[in-house]
């Protein structure tokens, strides 16, 4: 069975290929780059499944291929849940990461260490040309730091370290953040739901 991941990351498509590897063997995961492009519809849910569910209906549509999508980010305790579904542009509209942590930062600035917990959180979803969908969720609990610190990963990584951790999401390696983040947790339990 073929399988359209609604993305242009080849990492995430990657990972997502080993996760189905072992969970679902039948299916072939293609990205977005192995279909004719097609206009994406803007991210303008207020939830991660609403935006998830809006990618991978546009997959459907547009390819007739049962479609996963996935839509993340970061909810800082201390700020309510947010950045939330604005993580990625939480600094303005143009997708900056440098920009979004330094913005980050400046908020927390006078919020004490041991209040500064926040989590990851991914709802991934698949859909169906019959019109079946399935959600599922995933998180990943830590906490933020005052300065970046690590080289991998991307996003607020540099700022987040996860618990039971001392490193940040950035300083440990892809395969320790797979097995412990949102994203990994969601599509291992959506790979079991195909």
Excluded at 3 to 8: D, G, H, I, M
Aim: aromatic content about 6%; some cysteine.
């Amino acid at each position: 069975m073929k399988v359209l991941l609604a993305t242009r990351n080849a990492g995430k498509v990657d990972e997502l290929r080993q996760i189905l590897a072992e969970a679902a063997p039948h299916v072939e995961l293609v990205g977005l780059d192995a279909v004719d492009e097609y206009p994406e519809t803007p991210e303008t849910e207020l939830t991660f499944a609403g935006n998830a569910l809006l990618k991978a209906r546009d997959g459907v549509k547009h390819t007739g291929l049962p479609t996963i999508a996935d839509d993340s980010g970061i909810a800082v305790d201390a700020l309510n849940g947010m950045p939330g579904v604005l993580s990625a542009r939480w600094a303005g509209s143009r997708k900056d990461d440098a920009a979004n942590n330094a913005l980050l930062l400046d908020q927390l600035s006078d919020v004490p260490d041991e209040l500064r917990t926040a989590k990851f959180v991914c709802a991934a979803v698949i859909a169906y040309p019959d019109g079946r969908e399935t959600v599922v969720h995933g998180e990943m609990p830590g906490r933020v730091i005052r300065e970046p610190r690590g080289a991998n990963g991307f996003g607020y990584d540099p700022l987040f370290v996860p618990d039971g951790f001392t490193l940040t999401s950035a300083e440990i390696s892809a395969a320790e953040k797979n097995a412990i983040s949102h994203r990994g947790k969601a599509f291992r339990e959506l790979a079991t739901k195909i």
